[in-house]
């Protein structure tokens, strides 16, 4: 579903159509073959690989999303309300502004722990020995695992524990999330306690296992959190705060009097 170009027209797309009387995707009709046929869920599968899912892909699939959907006061909810406080009337914009921060640091490291284990599956390595060379060369050098840890959740991120059992209720256990596994059991031994896997960890193995591109899976995470953040818009023009955030930080953090 990409577009290409043909050496005889120009570009060409396989993704979409529309005429007078029809809007066609992938060659199916949009009204006939698709709204109230296939969920949204599905229809972001298909997006991203081309196919609809089985039912076991749908179901890992939607776990991730609802997963990543809402974490209460993030810098994405607090941007979108603040936003949404300076440009009334343009949700748009507050939505926006607030996906922005979707990032490699925030909701996006499924990419960073994905690329990991796709390294792993390009090598040579026994699963085993992959896992402590890594978990020795992230640990020793000071450098971050990607898929690990959390600030708030500890010791375990409830999230990757409920992820996990939609995985293994669906017979979901391949190769990069024995990967993820054995490398989060190695961190624990080269370190001397735990440093669990968390969601975004979870994800990054599953989007594998089901056949999610890498390429896809920051775009995922974005269009899930999109769908928390319509909470907090709608929260805010009811309940405003952005105003007493605003005040929070004036009263809080004090000028210095120190020069630039």
């Known amino acids: ?79 979108t309300r603040l936003t949404a406080a300076s440009v009334p009337d343009e949700s748009q914009a507050a939505l926006a502004a607030g996906l922005l921060s979707v990032g490699p640091k925030y909701a996006g490291t499924m990419e960073g722990c994905a690329a990991l284990l ?3 599956a390009a090598s040579d390595q026994p699963v085993e020995e992959w896992a402590a060379a890594t978990a020795a060369d992230h640990l020793d050098n000071g450098k971050p695992l990607p898929g690990f840890g959390h600030r708030v959740h500890k010791p375990v991120d409830p999230r990757a524990q409920r992820l996990l059992e939609i995985a293994r209720e669906q017979n ?23 440093l669990p896997v968390n969601a975004t960890g979870l994800i990054g193995a599953l ?44 009263e809080n953090i004090p000028y210095s009097g120190e020069e630039l």
């Open 172 to 194: 979901i256990d391949g190769p990069h999330l024995r990967r993820l596994l054995a490398l989060e059991a190695a961190v624990e031994k080269h370190r001397g306690r735990p």
């Open 1 to 79: 579903m990409t577009t290409t170009l043909n050496a005889t027209t120009g570009p060409v797309t396989r993704i979409a159509k529309s005429d007078a009387s029809s809007i066609t995707i992938a060659g199916h009709d949009l009204c006939q073959d698709l709204m109230g046929k296939r969920s949204f869920t599905e229809m972001i599968y298909f997006f991203a690989t081309g196919r609809f899912p089985d039912i076991a892909e749908q179901t890992v699939l939607d776990g991730c999303l609802v997963s990543l959907m809402e974490h209460g006061w993030t810098l994405t909810s607090i941007i």
């Open 118 to 120: 796709l390294d792993a």
């Open 207 to 250: 989007f594998l296992e089901i056949d999610i591109p890498l390429s896809a899976s920051r775009a995922l995470a974005t269009v899930s959190r999109a769908g928390g953040l319509v909470s907090h818009l709608v929260e805010e023009e009811r309940d405003p705060m952005a105003q007493t955030i605003w005040k929070l930080v004036r």
